[in-house]
Each structure stands twice: as C-alpha cells, then as structure tokens.
C-alpha cells in the first residue's frame, strides 16, 4: 500500500527526490514519515509531515538539506534531499500513521512501505 522509489547511484553534492506512493486506501487523513537504514544501523527517523502539510519536522542530523512535501490528490509523499554525502547511503522508508503524536518513533506509524535504496559515492 505504500511503495517509495526514486533512489539510485549518486555522486557526493548531488540531489535527489524519493517519491512515497500510497494505494489501496486514501492517504489524505494520515500523516506520513520517513526513515532510513544504513548497512548494519538501526532505522532513523529523517522527516515526517502532517496529513494537511501544515507541519513538517526534520531530523536534527539532516535539517535544511531535506524538505518533504505531499500531493494528496496524488497520494505521493516527496522527500527532496540536497547536498548528497556519503553517510547519506541507505534504505529509505515511507511509511504512514494516522495518529502520529511521537514523529520520529517507529511504532507511531503502523503502514510501512518497501524502500529504495540510495548509495552516495564520494
């Protein structure tokens, strides 16, 4: 019901936008995070937004070179990363919640998507 796409092979500096597309259901009343695994690390909360866009909130480690965005006509979720480094590398989840009052806790969202792979060579 969700699926995010959009990674690949990139170079360090560069930017990239991970699309999240949800079927099956109507997005438009759920909150929506992101999260991302590097090789042998815990998944980690990057950024998440509210069902109307009204809020956005961003990991510490990554703010202002991320932005998230949504399209609910679309059922997408976006997640623009600029200025690519190679600690970037990971899995990069979507995943949405319908009461999400914890953002960058896992167990907040209960639909999760497969992920896209992001390598950042330097």
């Known amino acids: 019901q969700l699926q995010a796409f959009g990674g690949g092979l990139v170079q360090a500096g560069d930017s990239l936008r991970l699309s999240c597309a949800a079927s099956g259901r109507t997005f438009s009343n759920y909150s929506v995070g992101w999260f991302r695994q590097a090789p042998g690390k815990d998944r980690e909360f990057v950024a998440a937004i509210t069902w109307s866009s009204a809020r956005t909130y961003y990991a510490e480690s990554v703010n202002g070179r991320l932005s998230i965005s949504r399209d609910n006509a679309k059922n997408m979720v976006y997640l623009q990363i600029n200025t690519l480094k190679p600690e970037d590398t990971a899995v990069y989840y979507c995943?949405?919640?319908?009461?999400?009052?914890?953002?960058?806790?896992?167990?907040?969202?209960?639909?999760w998507g497969q992920g896209t792979l992001v390598t950042v060579s330097s």
């Open positions: 995943a949405a919640g319908l009461r999400v009052n914890a953002w960058g806790r896992l167990s907040s969202y209960n639909i």
